[in-house]
């Protein structure tokens, strides 16, 4: 069984990383490896069941492009610091996609680890 604060963190962590890699000083690209975490917790949970097609689609498309734009951007500008939204826009996401979803009447803890 899992404990209730381990299912509270599954909530908050990924907003949490994305703050704190978004606000740091130095701004490190490499440092955008722990939004990771946040990008596979969002993959578990469109595909529990009675996530809809719809919703599983629109979230999985909005995060493969999410992936995409760095991978576009890097052979054009060769930049690094041009990664600067990228925490930003996973919070973003994060934050679209949970309200999508819990508008579709599925919430976050009872359908990321059905033992919450």
Known sequence: ????ELCIWLDVIHPVLCLSVGLAPYGWPFDHAVLVLGQVLLVLRVMQPGVALVDRNAVLGALAILLGIPVALSPMFGGMHLLAWYPWASLLLWIWADRRLKGAGIDIITQR???C
Request: proline residues 14%.
């Open 1 to 4: 069984m899992v404990s209730p």
């Open 113 to 115: 680890i059905t033992t």
